[in-house]
């Protein structure tokens, strides 16, 4: 009997990381942010490194990027369909990750982007066109999380590295772009 009192208590507590998260985060509200883009929107599922602490209380470290790719796989089939509910198109989605800096330990923070205009088709041929012969431990890291949840197959997966002359540093993104066509 305690062992399953504290199964419940646990998944309590899970739904107040999920409320604690999301209310402070600018997708809280899918329906503004549907509609406030004119070119494109890029938001992390955690913007604030307490909030990754909050989520280091409730879950080994390990397993925070799963929580959080999940997290934005509900957000980016939430947003489509609030989109196909208003008839609003959008161009292009994707899950992306910046940041593979040791900040969060192994922990991987997804982003959602969104890219309403009709230059997407510009985008996705640009990465389809300068993808490297190779997976970068950047593309490993990724695949290895949307696999462990189940979700690789879902996905195509590209990679965008460049140089970046005015911060003086090597900026990639990976792009986790739904299969289904957008």
Same mark, same amino acid.
């Given at each position: 009997m305690a062992k399953h009192s504290r =199964?419940?208590?646990?998944?309590?507590?899970l739904l107040k990381i999920y409320k604690k998260i999301i209310?402070?985060?600018p997708y809280n509200d899918l329906g503004e942010l549907l509609w406030g883009f004119d070119s494109f929107e890029e938001f992390p599922m955690v913007s604030r490194d307490s909030r990754i602490k909050k989520l280091k209380k409730t879950l080994?470290?390990?397993n925070i990027s799963d929580f959080l790719l999940g997290l934005a796989f509900f957000l980016l089939n939430t947003l489509h369909a609030l989109a196909r509910n208003n008839q609003k198109k959008i161009e =292009?989605?994707?899950i992306t990750f910046t940041q593979f800096d040791d900040r969060h330990g192994t922990t991987l923070v997804p982003r959602i982007f969104v890219y309403p205009s009709d230059a997407?088709?510009?985008l996705r041929q640009w990465l389809i066109d300068n993808q490297p012969k190779?997976?970068?431990?950047?593309?490993?890291?990724v695949k290895?999380?949307?696999t462990s949840c189940g979700l690789v197959e879902s996905f195509i997966f590209f990679e965008s590295r460049f140089f970046d002359k005015a911060c003086n540093e090597e900026l990639i993104r990976i792009y986790a772009i739904p299969r289904y066509r957008q």
């Open positions: =199964l419940e208590n646990k998944q309590m507590n209310e402070k985060e080994r470290s390990e =292009l989605t994707a997407s088709d510009t190779e997976d970068s431990n950047e593309m490993n890291r290895k999380i949307f």
